[in-house]
């Protein structure tokens, strides 16, 4: 890969060179007075980023899993009932982990492309017992936006604590998490945060650390308790060193920076952006004739494309937008693996990167034989970047 390329997968993404940067600086000792206040300004504004302004931040060395990891290991113990509101394949590995921390499950699925009805998962969530109920933001495999305001709120009106997996979606798509009621949101540093892979990030609200306060039996992983890390995070936000495990030094540098941004970029302009580019991409995809995998606009994420191959084109013509300087994604659910590629766009996605990625759509599909007006896709995006205010 080219230091040109342009990495539209969905995570990890496109990186802005101060956030870089920050991650080459030399690794002071994560006790030192200075790494000390990043820490403890970082944990700050990750509640900011969550709109979580009274949830309690985590920030732990380990990938997205992780985050949902920690978040099913303290809150659910073993025989508790958990409602999975499942859009695809990272819905599927939740209610694998809710399995193996001993939940029994039930789940509310739907065809790849759509989400489930709010009204039947609240009947579901009427008929009982549920101590919490998760739902992916944005299906990664699906490019599917679920409706997470109304289900976290249907899950409040039931006492159900609600997980929102935000790893393609924190910082790209609205979410207001206290306003609404979330109890967790959770992600990682490579999508939308900004910053490269290595960190898991959580806003637990104190409904949920009260949950957690209250469980009966021990947290069965000792990396993945709350009792571990909450001393740490309280001790870092507050200007002193604590030591459980140790810190990602450079990782929590770059967070700092990138949360900096993303605040001064603020929350509302952000997501307005990632919607922009994202009808700006879909118009480009209209024009070419090519078919999202979500059904309808009002289910289809701002932070990723999945789209189905044309007629007559396959994988290799990923091989063919590499060779064009840009990079993109193959098929992740396991029913359509083949049939779909995908495009991240969340972070510095910018007009230049949404008329290069689409040009080199275009120009990979014609070498493939798909037959459009030359142009016609980057006309339609920039059509509408035009048109936007
Ligand atoms: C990427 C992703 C994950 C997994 O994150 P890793 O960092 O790969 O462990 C989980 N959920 C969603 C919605 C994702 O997009």
């Known amino acids: 890969m080219s230091e040109r390329d342009l990495l539209m997968i969905p995570g990890p993404v496109e990186f802005d060179p101060e956030v870089m940067r920050a991650l080459g600086t030399k690794t002071a000792s994560h006790v030192a007075p200075e790494f000390i206040s990043i820490f403890g300004r970082a944990l700050k504004k990750v509640r900011e980023v969550c709109l979580a302004p009274s949830a309690q931040p985590f920030v732990v060395a380990g990938s997205g899993t992780l985050a949902m990891e920690l978040a099913v290991a303290n809150l659910v113990e073993p025989g508790e009932r958990a409602l999975v509101v499942n859009t695809g394949y990272f819905s599927d590995r939740m209610a694998l982990l809710l399995e193996r921390y001993g939940a029994e499950v039930v789940q509310e699925k739907c065809a790849p492309g759509e989400v489930p009805e709010v009204a039947a998962v609240e009947r579901v969530l009427a008929s009982g017992r549920f101590k919490v109920m998760t739902v992916t933001h944005v299906d990664t495999s699906t490019g599917v936006l679920a409706p997470v305001e109304a289900l976290v709120k249907a899950a409040g009106r039931h006492g159900v604590l609600?997980?929102?997996?935000?790893?393609?979606?924190?910082?790209?798509?609205?979410?207001?998490?206290?306003?609404?009621g979330a109890d967790v949101y959770l992600t990682a540093s490579q999508k939308a945060?900004?910053?490269?892979?290595?960190?898991?990030?959580?806003?637990?609200?104190?409904?949920?650390?009260?949950?957690?306060?209250?469980?009966?039996?021990?947290?069965?992983?000792?990396?993945?308790?709350?009792?571990?890390?909450?001393?740490?995070?309280?001790?870092?936000?507050?200007?002193?060193?604590a030591y459980f495990a140790t810190p990602p030094v450079n990782l929590v540098y770059a967070l700092e920076v990138s949360l900096g941004q993303i605040l001064r970029e603020g929350m509302e302009a952000r997501f307005a952006r990632h919607r922009r580019m994202a009808q700006a991409f879909r118009a480009g995809w209209r024009a070419l004739g090519l078919k999202t995998l979500p059904v309808n606009e009002a289910v289809t994420a701002n932070t990723l494309s999945a789209l189905y191959y044309p007629e007559g084109v396959d994988v290799a013509m990923l091989g063919r937008a590499r060779e064009q300087g840009v990079v993109l994604a193959g098929g992740l659910h396991p029913q359509l693996k083949t049939r779909y590629f995908r495009v991240g766009h969340m972070n510095v996605v910018g007009p230049g990167d949404v008329l290069a990625t689409v040009g080199a759509v275009e120009r990979a599909l014609a070498a493939a034989g798909h037959k459009a007006q030359p142009g016609a896709g980057v006309a339609a995006a920039q059509t509408e970047l035009l048109a936007a205010r």
């Open 193 to 241: 945060i900004g910053v490269p892979p290595g960190l898991a990030l959580l806003t637990v609200s104190q409904k949920a650390m009260n949950a957690w306060r209250s469980r009966k039996t021990p947290v069965r992983s000792l990396y993945a308790d709350f009792g571990e890390w909450l001393p740490i995070m309280e001790a870092y936000e507050a200007g002193r060193a």
């Open 162 to 180: 609600s997980v929102v997996d935000g790893v393609c979606a924190t910082a790209g798509e609205t979410f207001h998490q206290e306003a609404w």
